[in-house]
């Protein structure tokens, strides 16, 4: 049974750094999925934030791109998450979820973790 | 960027009902690009529908999804008390993924 579980701070101070990591069990970092960070402000709709392919490929969203960083640590089977010089704004849920390939390059997040709660404020 | 516009806002229906959700696409796209999920408070979203109408792993047959070029559409039939919750849509091009804003199922 494959899970994720995030883990970091909850809370960060304005013009700081996010830095969260999310730990895969059940699951190869190495396997042939993606690894994506997803966030939702609070009453807000879902928002993508990266993905990372385990030899490195990244994809970030346009928006955040200038001050997102996505890793893996493959000894450690964990996807990481570095956010720059937050501000109010990024105060969100921070979901992990694995994008798997269904067969015939359909690709969707079908293993989400429990998200973990970030606030920015000083 | 292709956005994506749920649309209701907010479906207000009872139980036994049909639900009938639409996410329209700016662009022209391969429906095998299209995913639904649904969201219930206080928890991590859940995958539905992906390739615009595959139902994903557990998902009762009751859930249903349509649609192609630029129209899509979730259809939930027979709604069950536990299907009141918040749905999205999503995309994927251009090596980035876009959520729709989120339809609302809430119990009338």
């Known amino acids: 049974q494959v899970q994720l579980q995030e883990s970091g701070p909850g809370l960060v101070k304005p013009s700081g750094t996010l830095s969260l990591t999310c730990a895969v069990s059940?699951?190869?970092?190495?396997?042939?999925?993606?690894w994506n960070w997803v966030r939702q402000s609070p009453g807000k709709g879902l928002e993508w934030i990266a993905e990372?392919?385990?030899?490195?490929?990244?994809n970030y969203n346009p928006s955040l791109k200038s001050r997102v960083t996505i890793s893996v640590d493959k000894s450690l089977n964990r996807v990481s998450l570095n956010l720059t010089y937050v501000t109010a704004a990024d105060t969100a849920v921070y979901y992990c979820?694995?994008?798997?390939?269904?067969?015939?390059?359909?690709?969707?997040?079908?293993?989400w973790g429990q998200g973990t709660m970030v606030t920015v404020s000083s | 960027e292709i956005v994506l516009t749920q649309s209701p806002g907010t479906l207000s229906l009872s139980p036994g009902e049909t639900a009938t959700l639409s996410c329209r696409a700016s662009?022209?796209?391969?429906?095998?690009?299209l995913v639904w999920y649904q969201q219930k408070p206080d928890q991590a979203p859940r995958l539905l529908i992906y390739?615009?109408?595959s139902r994903a792993t557990g998902i009762p047959d009751r859930f249903s999804g349509s649609g192609s070029g630029t129209d899509f559409t979730l259809t939930i039939s027979r709604l069950e008390p536990e299907d009141f919750a918040v749905y999205y849509c999503?995309?994927?091009?251009?090596?980035?993924?876009?959520f729709g804003q989120g339809t609302k199922v809430e119990i009338k």
């Open positions: 979820a694995r994008d798997h390939d269904h067969g015939d390059g359909t690709w969707a997040f079908d293993i």
């Open positions: 059940g699951d190869s970092i190495s396997s042939s999925d993606w």
């Open positions: 990372i392919y385990h030899g490195g490929n990244t």
């Open positions: 662009q022209s796209f391969d429906r095998k690009y």
């Open positions: 390739a615009a109408s």
């Open positions: 999503q995309h994927y091009g251009s090596s980035l993924w876009t």
